[in-house]
Structures are given as structure tokens and as C-alpha cells.
């Protein structure tokens, strides 16, 4: 059975930054793309940032620059690195296998003054 748990959310000033980590059970992530969502209005989930078997990084354009995502295959764990984090980034992360229905149930982020 495949399992992704998230972890390392929770609440930050504007400018700060948080490490989010997703551990994976059922499943190898060296040998899948793996990738990171958020929640947005309309109860949809837009790409943050993706990451290929070979290590091509993907990044929706409101992350570039101030988000890296990295992938520990040893470990089988998913992170994303989010720095100088905005008010307009607070929303609910989620971890996936991307292009599958493998999803975490998602970690909170929220930034504010």
C-alpha cells in the first residue's frame, strides 16, 4: 500500500522559511516523478514544483527562485525548501506521485504578520 505523509508545515513571517518533508511507504520514489501541490481557490491544486528520475526540476512560476525541491532517494523522502515565503504562499502542501492518484494528505503553511 502505497503511503506519502508530509511534514514541516506551520506558520511564518513574510520572509521566512520552512523545509518541508514528504516520506514515502509502498513505493520507490527513485523510479517516479515526484512533485508537490498546493491548494488554491475552487478546491483545485496547482503545481509548486516537480522533480524527474533524472533530477529535471519543474517550478510553477509564483516559487521560482525562492523554492527547491530535492529528492533523497535513500531515504525515499520528498522535500521542498521554501524560502523568503509570501502571505499569498500560505495554503495547504500536498506530496504526490505525480501523473498517479498517490497523494499525502497535505501540511499546512501559513504566512503572516
Known amino acids: 500500500q502505497v503511503q506519502l505523509v508530509e511534514s514541516g508545515g506551520g506558520e511564518v513571517q513574510p520572509g521566512g522559511s520552512l523545509r518541508l518533508s514528504c516520506v514515502a511507504s509502498?513505493?520507490?520514489?527513485?523510479?517516479?516523478?515526484m512533485a508537490w501541490y498546493r491548494q488554491i481557490p475552487g478546491n483545485r491544486r496547482e503545481l509548486v514544483a516537480a522533480v524527474t528520475v533524472d533530477n529535471i526540476l519543474t517550478y510553477g512560476d509564483s516559487v521560482k527562485g525562492r523554492f527547491t525541491i530535492s529528492r533523497d532517494n535513500d531515504k525515499n523522502t520528498l522535500y521542498l525548501q521554501m524560502d523568503n515565503l509570501r502571505p499569498e504562499d500560505t495554503s495547504l502542501y500536498f506530496c504526490?506521485?505525480?501523473?498517479?492518484?498517490?497523494w499525502g494528505p497535505g501540511t499546512r503553511v501559513t504566512v503572516s504578520s
Open positions: 504526490s506521485v505525480r501523473y498517479t492518484n498517490f
Open positions: 509502498g513505493v520507490g520514489i527513485k523510479d517516479y516523478e
